[in-house]
């Protein structure tokens, strides 16, 4: 069974910038979508970044030209780069996964298969 584990997040300035990176449990990931969503204290999840296993990627207007999502099936892991970031950005960020060899595009709403357990990233001065 399919596990993911993110690790990056923290505390940052607004402006700076923080790489995350969710690694999985097998081997490769290359027949997976992968999806970045984060939660803010009474907020919903929201999709931020995605990447299908044909590296087309998507990403919220929010974050569009400051995020970037990229994929190492080698190792297998993924990694979202977050510049410019914002106070509007804190939240947990969670990796998601779901199977899907053949999809062109990715989703980023939160119907994924296996998700992680978060981590924290806080903008603050």
């Known amino acids: 069974q399919l596990q993911l584990v993110e690790s990056g997040g923290g505390l940052v300035q607004p402006g700076g910038s923080l790489r995350l990176s969710c690694v999985a449990s097998?081997?490769?990931?290359?027949?997976?979508?992968i999806a970045w969503f984060r939660q803010a204290p009474g907020k919903e999840r929201e999709g931020v970044s995605c990447i299908s296993s044909t590296r087309r990627t998507n990403h919220a207007e929010s974050v569009k030209g400051r995020f970037t999502i990229s994929r190492d099936n080698a190792e297998p892991r993924v990694y979202l780069q977050m510049n410019n970031l914002k106070p509007e950005d804190t939240g947990v960020y969670y990796c998601?996964?779901?199977?899907?060899?053949?999809?062109?595009?990715?989703?980023?709403?939160?119907?994924?298969?296996?998700w992680g357990q978060g981590t924290q990233v806080t903008v603050s001065s």
């Open positions: 097998k081997r490769t990931l290359d027949t997976y979508s």
């Open positions: 998601a996964a779901t199977w899907n060899p053949t999809a062109p595009l990715c989703s980023l709403l939160p119907q994924y298969e296996t």
